[in-house]
């Protein structure tokens, strides 16, 4: 994951890209995380660290773009939230596979621009998918938040 707090030089419109990123990009988590003692286990035969299984579990369940993700894999990833029925307390399944449905959506599009634009480009389309990510955020969040603050995101 990146961490935005280096700010980068981001042009004319880098304040908004830069503020935007802030809150609704990316952004590394420092807390502390109880492993299981049969998941440091597994983990530690498989050669592979608990920080790079849950990394790649958070970038396929969100449809984050991740190079050499299968549909398969993020199906399944998806699935288990589902299964678990994360925030289908306050949401019907149909509106937390909605949520999944958009977030696809908009790595797709994403994705089959990315290589067609040019470098100079490449800022409006992360101010782009910004715009997005904070308006896709909103309309959810406020669903059943209405005297929620979006705020919120700074405890997550």
Same mark, same amino acid.
């Given at each position: ?101 958009? +977030? !696809?959506? #908009?790595?797709?599009?994403?994705? $089959? @621009?990315? /290589? ?25 969040? +406020? !669903?059943? #938040?209405?005297?929620?603050?979006? $705020? @919120?995101? /700074?405890?997550?």
């Amino acid at each position: 994951m990146r961490n935005n707090h280096e700010k980068k030089d981001l042009g004319l419109n880098g304040a908004k890209v830069w503020e935007s990123e802030n809150n609704y990009g990316d952004k590394t988590f420092s807390g502390s995380l109880i492993v299981p003692a049969n998941f440091r286990l597994l983990c530690a035969i498989w050669k592979v660290t608990p920080e790079v299984v849950l990394a790649n579990f958070m970038d396929l369940s969100s449809f984050a773009p991740k190079e050499g993700a299968t549909s398969k894999e993020r199906r399944l990833a998806k699935d288990y939230l589902l299964a678990c029925k994360y925030g289908q307390s306050e949401y019907t399944r149909n509106q937390v596979k909605q949520m999944f449905a958009e +977030l !696809k959506a #908009n790595r797709l599009t994403q994705d $089959s @621009i990315e /290589d067609e634009i040019l470098e100079a480009d490449k800022l409006g389309m992360r101010a782009t998918d910004m715009k997005y990510k904070e308006f896709w955020f909103k309309k959810w969040f +406020l !669903k059943h #938040n209405s005297i929620g603050k979006t $705020s @919120i995101l /700074d405890k997550f």
